[in-house]
């Protein structure tokens, strides 16, 4: 066991090298969430009604139509151009670049993407009925998913390295295992994740210049 230990002892001193680092991240992150949070929460809820009722409702269920890419896209114009001002600004951004891009299936998703997720994030701060937190992962995409995992994972390895520098014996030893299994998983599943990125962005590609060729035979 004591020789065990000490095999895996220069891995988990080299993680806990990486304390600083692991910690300035937690940090930033926590502080990002809790801004973001606190500056929306002091959005005036009239305001978040107009915006739900007057661009992210309707537009999200234009989007989930099976019209055609651009016929949606000159519909929803019409609710971003006259309710401009209730707007997030990611949402405008997202609109600009699939315009500065025509036909382009990759911006268009972005801009889908986006509203999906305020369309979401505007029905539970007005108090609509959503999805619980288990429901809401299990409809998450693939890439979204792995990504989610990859955050819990960094987060208990910061948390295990703390404790196996203060463990002794077996106990040590235990953790040191967990933690060296909870890395394997987070490269595998890192590896992975780009991967999937790397196969979505190609797929996505190809779809677009198949729709441009077929566009431009028309």
Same mark, same amino acid.
């Given at each position: ?32 969430? *809790? ?5 929306? &929460? ?50 405008? &951004? ?30 539970? &701060? ?67 994740? *780009? %991967?999937?990125? *790397?196969?979505? %962005? ?7 210049? *198949? ?8």
């Amino acid at each position: 066991m004591g020789e065990m230990l000490n095999i895996l002892m220069p891995m988990i001193d080299y993680i806990q090298k990486m304390d600083s680092l692991i910690a300035a991240l937690a940090t930033g992150l926590i502080t990002f969430f *809790i801004t973001k949070y606190k500056y929306h &929460r002091n959005i005036p809820l009239d305001k978040l009604e107009i915006a739900y009722n007057r661009i992210y409702y309707p537009i999200y269920y234009i989007t989930k139509s099976n019209a055609d890419i651009q016929q949606s896209m000159d519909k929803c114009k019409k609710y971003l151009t006259k309710y401009r001002k209730y707007a997030d600004k990611t949402t405008l &951004r997202a609109f600009e670049n699939f315009e500065g891009a025509k036909f382009d299936n990759i911006a268009y998703k972005q801009f889908e993407k986006n509203i999906d997720k305020m369309n979401t994030k505007l029905r539970r &701060r007005l108090g609509y009925l959503d999805s619980n937190i288990i429901t809401t992962y299990n409809y998450l995409g693939v890439f979204e998913k792995s990504m989610l995992r990859i955050v819990l994972e960094v987060i208990v390895i910061y948390i295990l390295t703390f404790i196996v520098g203060y463990a002794k014996g077996k106990c040590a030893l235990i953790l040191a295992y967990v933690e060296l299994s909870l890395v394997l998983v987070l490269a595998i599943e890192g590896i992975c994740m *780009i %991967g999937i990125g *790397i196969a979505i %962005g190609l797929k996505e590609s190809f779809l677009s210049k *198949i729709r441009k060729k077929d566009i431009f035979k028309e």
